[in-house]
């Protein structure tokens, strides 16, 4: 399987990040990481630390926390290009 990902230089604190596409078990994880209660922002978040690195390092959960909220909002507003999807058949037209 091809890992798909996205570098970006973030707006404050300068440094480089890629973010991988995730998969099923990055999910499951975030969700332990943000814990039964969770919003949907922190589910994202814990989301993005395990699937992005900064600086050519990956950060705790905790830590990604701590990073500026400029630089957070620009990781979590990138999207993966998506696969072309294929056409539905197209279904034969009745005659009247």
């Known amino acids: ?26 999910m499951v994880e975030a969700d332990r990481l943000a814990g039964p209660k969770a ?9 993005m630390s395990r699937i992005a690195t900064i600086g050519g390092r990956a950060l705790p ?8 909220l ?7 507003e990138r999207d993966f290009p998506s696969e072309p999807k294929p056409s539905p058949p197209e279904m034969p037209q009745p005659e009247y």
């Open 1 to 26: 399987m091809q890992t798909q990902a996205i570098e970006m230089t973030l707006p404050i604190c300068g440094k480089t990040a890629t973010i991988r596409r995730p998969i099923g078990r990055d």
């Open 39 to 47: 919003n949907e922002l922190t589910l994202k978040i814990a989301l």
């Open 61 to 68: 959960f905790e830590d990604f926390q701590e990073l500026d």
């Open 70 to 76: 400029e630089d957070i909002t620009e990781m979590l």
